[in-house]
C-alpha cells in the first residue's frame, strides 16, 4: 500500500509519518529531507535545491521528479511507502501517477493561525529528525537520542510566509486532485489524539 501525507507546511506531516512508520511496515519518503541529505553532503543537487529552499519557494519540478523517481526505484519501496512533502504541484502528481499506485491520500488539516504559531517554535533533531516545539519543549537537546536540536535555515519569518502562499496556490488544488482517495483529518491538540484516526484508517486498509 502507499501513501500521501497531504498538509501545509508546519501541518505535523514528519511527525505523522514518523508514527505511522513505528506501527506499520513503511517507508517513510520526504523530499525536504532528501534535499537537506544533499545540502549535507554538499552535492550539485543540494546546491541547486538550496538556493530555493532557503527563499522558501518550490525546487523545480524536473529536479525534484527526478530525485524521487530514482528513491522509487530502491528495493526497499517495495514494502508500500509514505510520501511526506510531494507531490506539491499538480504537475508532480501527474507524474507521480506513472511511477506509484496511490492507494490513499492523508490531508492533515490545521487552521494557518495555528501553523503561524508552531513556525517559528519549531526546532528538529539534528540526528534522528524527532520535531519539537519551543513553546511546549524546553531543552535544546533531543529527548530521544540526546542529540542537539537546531532551527532549520528556512524557518524564519520571510520564509515561512512564502511556503504558506505557494501551498495556497500550488499544491491546495491537490485536495481536490485526489478527491476519490482523500482521508482528512483534523489537527488535534494532542499529536496521538491527531494519529488516533489516521491509525484506525490504516488499520482497516491493510
Ligand atoms: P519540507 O521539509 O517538506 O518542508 O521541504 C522543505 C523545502 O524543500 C520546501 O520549502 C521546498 O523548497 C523543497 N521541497 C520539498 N519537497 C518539494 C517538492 N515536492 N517540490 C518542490 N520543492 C520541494
Given at each position: 500500500m502507499n501513501i500521501i501525507l497531504l498538509g501545509a507546511p508546519f501541518s505535523g506531516k514528519g511527525t505523522m509519518a514518523r508514527k505511522i512508520v513505528s506501527d506499520f511496515d513503511f517507508v517513510q519518503i520526504s523530499t525536504g529531507d532528501l534535499f537537506r541529505e544533499n545540502i549535507k553532503n554538499g552535492t550539485k543537487l543540494g546546491k541547486l535545491a538550496k538556493s530555493f529552499m532557503d527563499k522558501g519557494e518550490l525546487v523545480p519540478d524536473e529536479i525534484t521528479i527526478g530525485m524521487l523517481k530514482n528513491r522509487l526505484e530502491?528495493?526497499?519501496?517495495d514494502r508500500g511507502i509514505i510520501l511526506d512533502?510531494?507531490?506539491?504541484t499538480i504537475s508532480q502528481a501527474e507524474a507521480l501517477e506513472n511511477m506509484a499506485k496511490i492507494d490513499a491520500v492523508i490531508n492533515l488539516e490545521v487552521p494557518f493561525d495555528e501553523i503561524r504559531r508552531r513556525a517559528l517554535g519549531r526546532r528538529t533533531c539534528s540526528k534522528c529528525g524527532e520535531i519539537y516545539n519551543t513553546a511546549t519543549y524546553k531543552k535544546n537537546t533531543c529527548q530521544k537520542c540526546g542529540s542537539p536540536l537546531f532551527q532549520r535555515d528556512d524557518d524564519n519569518l520571510e520564509s515561512v510566509n512564502n511556503r504558506l502562499e505557494v501551498y495556497e496556490k500550488q499544491t491546495a488544488p491537490l485536495i481536490n486532485f485526489y478527491a476519490d482517495r482523500l482521508f482528512v483529518v483534523k489537527n488535534k491538540k494532542d499529536p496521538e489524539e491527531t494519529y488516533k484516526p489516521v491509525k484506525n484508517f490504516l488499520k482497516g486498509r491493510i
Open positions: 530502491e528495493k526497499d519501496c512533502g510531494f507531490p506539491r
